[in-house]
């Protein structure tokens, strides 16, 4: 069978990456187009494979690797330009991809860069630490859905103090947290409105003033929101997720974290659900949710589990 053309693009890009991360630089310069431009939003424009290898090889002295793309998409103009999009990240540097418009001359020919514009948003003196790469991300733990509140869950102590031991270990180490507090502009669900105590993080778990806090409004906790711009600025490749509830909002950052290239895992201990009903409580809800996410998205865990990983 015959690969599309976006999965001959892919597989153009992948190429690239791998090479690059090989240290290749000239195997890299082929995939360029003798007349390619190339913009490096803020180091400037680039003209020709002479200005684009000079470019590649001042840059190869700072060292870097383990280029990764995330959030990958591909635009089909016609059978012979396709553009791709992705957010990256490297051991020195992270950003996100504009447009790479790949051409080829003919069908049967190579897939090569023609146009390259990316934009460098941090670049670190050193290569990031792996404390600096995981980031924990509390979901949703707000007062409404503890004892007393709009939407009171079965177990929400139970998951927050399992959060705020990672917490504690996050902090100690001075890795990135995160956290998402869901607000809606009125009262139609009843819970987390606007204004309300209700709405704010529970304070067993208030943020610290270095830990930003991602307002949504949606169910998917990158939808309108900074979540991924923040990822990309502190070049985070891997979520710890932890929260409420546990078959909604905490499923929905996974997979779509899962999809867009980082790695999960999720804490199960550390997240609440509600009783749905007589036959199916708290701990069956988050039972079928660690199942389905366990198989094809993240590495199920406990927190005393990850805190010894930690240790």
């Not at 103090?161 to 507090?181: C, E, M, N, S, Y």
């Not at 988050?286 to 199942?291: D, G, I, M, P, Y």
Request: aromatic share 8%; with cysteine; net charge negative.
């Amino acid at each position: 069978m015959t690969p599309t053309i976006e999965q001959q693009v892919l597989q153009a890009s992948q190429a690239w990456v791998e090479q690059f991360n090989r240290g290749q630089l000239d195997a890299c310069l082929a995939g360029y187009r003798d007349d390619a431009v190339m913009t490096v939003t803020p180091h400037g424009r680039f003209h020709g494979k002479h200005e684009i290898a000079a470019f590649w090889r001042e840059f190869a002295q700072l060292g870097p690797a383990e280029l990764v793309y995330r959030d990958v998409r591909i635009q089909v103009i016609d059978e012979y330009q396709a553009v791709l999009s992705a957010t990256w990240s490297m051991n020195i540097a992270s950003g996100f991809i504009t447009k790479e418009l790949w051409v080829r001359a003919a069908i049967d020919a190579p897939w090569q860069l023609l146009e390259d514009d990316f934009t460098v948003k941090q670049q670190w003196p050193t290569p990031r630490s792996d404390n600096s790469k995981t980031a924990l991300v509390v979901v949703d733990m707000q007062n409404d859905y503890f004892e007393g509140g709009a939407m009171t869950l079965s177990d929400t102590q139970a998951a927050a103090d399992k959060t705020a031991q990672l917490l504690h270990a996050f902090r100690r180490d001075g890795r990135p947290i995160i956290h998402v507090q869901h607000v809606f502009a009125d009262d139609e669900k009843g819970f987390f409105v606007a204004g309300t105590l209700g709405s704010e993080i529970h304070s067993q778990l208030a943020p610290l003033a270095t830990e930003p806090v991602v307002i949504k409004s949606a169910v998917n906790s990158f939808k309108g929101t900074n979540l991924e711009r923040l990822l990309i600025d502190q070049g985070i490749e891997e979520l710890v997720v932890t929260g409420a509830m546990a078959h909604v909002c905490v499923d929905a950052i996974t997979r779509a974290a899962v999809d867009k290239g980082y790695r999960c895992q999720l804490i199960i201990d550390a997240c609440a659900a509600p009783d749905i009903s007589a036959t199916t409580n708290a701990h069956s809800v988050k039972e079928s949710t660690a199942h389905v996410l366990g198989f094809a998205y993240a590495n199920v865990t406990t927190t005393a589990a990850l805190l010894a990983q930690l240790a």
